[in-house]
Nanobody, 127 residues
Framework: QVQLVESGGGLVQAGGSLRLSCAAS????????MGWFRQAPGKEREFVTT????????YYADSVKGRFTISRDNAKNTVFLQMNSLKPEDTAVYYC????????????????????WGQGTQVTVSS
């Protein structure tokens, strides 16, 4: 089973950018559909974005569309989340997740479809 470690979180002013990384262990990274979720204090975890195993297909929550970009490097076992034009409402713990059940071109938007989760990285956006 893959293990996931996120990095890149921090404190940034509104309008700024951050790039999150999620490094996966093991040699079968391309077998997993990858996703990012986030959880703000007092709120439920919510879907942010997902990328297919091939890297060809992505899907975004409306709240981040046009500002966030997900990408993956299967050779380096890493998925990235580039976050631009950050807003205070983006403040949350961001989690990387891996789903093993999907086909090569499929994306997954529900947290129940993911098998493995990272420990999370805090993103704080000040106004």
């Amino acid at each position: 089973q893959v293990q996931l470690v996120e990095s890149g979180g921090g404190l940034v002013q509104a309008g700024g950018s951050l790039r999150l990384s999620c490094a996966a262990s093991g040699r079968t990274f391309s077998s997993y559909t990858m996703g990012w979720f986030r959880q703000a204090p007092g709120k439920e975890r919510e879907f942010v974005t997902t990328i297919s195993r091939s890297g060809l297909y992505t899907y975004y929550a409306d709240s981040v569309k046009g500002r966030f970009t997900i990408s993956r490097d299967n050779a380096k076992n890493t998925v990235f989340l580039q976050m631009n034009s950050l807003k205070p409402e983006d403040t949350a713990v961001y989690y990387c997740a891996a789903g093993s059940s999907a086909a090569w071109l499929r994306v997954l938007t529900s947290d129940s479809e993911y098998d493995t989760w990272g420990q999370g990285t805090q993103v704080t956006v000040s106004s």
